[in-house]
DNA sequence: CAGTTGACTATCT
DNA sequence: TAGATAGCCAACT
């Protein structure tokens, strides 16, 4: 089962704390092929209200849309339940990742 | 230098 | 649940 993480998630992980707006503006210049010939999973991010932030006609969205469902994520029109699906790293995950 | 503008958020009504 | 409001901050006008 696919997860999501919010912008303001992302930020804070980043090292960018109330920075948000960042996250999203950043994700938004990220070519279709990626970044420096990596995937970016920019659809994996959505706002805090648990919504697709993207206008709700536009192609975006509904590659967003997609990609979540294809992740067997559960979208109801823009919206996702974080309650189910929101990433929520444990305590042994972030240690682990000290050791790099 | 002053305003505007966002793939944002938290807090009130 | 939905709208208004006020912070946020880098990049543009």
């Known amino acids: ?18 920075r948000a707006r960042l996250v999203g503006k950043a994700l938004g210049q990220v070519p279709d ?24 006609a536009s192609d975006a969205f509904n590659r967003q849309r997609t990609m979540l469902q294809d992740e067997g994520i559960v979208v109801i029109g823009a919206k996702i339940r974080l309650q189910d699906f929101q990433w929520q790293p444990d305590i042994t995950e972030l240690l682990f990742k000290l050791s790099y």
């Open 33 to 56: 092929g990626g970044w420096q010939g990596k995937p970016v999973p920019w659809f994996r991010v959505i706002n805090s209200q648990g919504k697709i932030s993207l206008p709700l």
């Open 1 to 18: 089962m696919g997860k999501v993480a919010t912008y303001g998630q992302i930020a804070d992980l980043a090292g960018l704390p109330g």
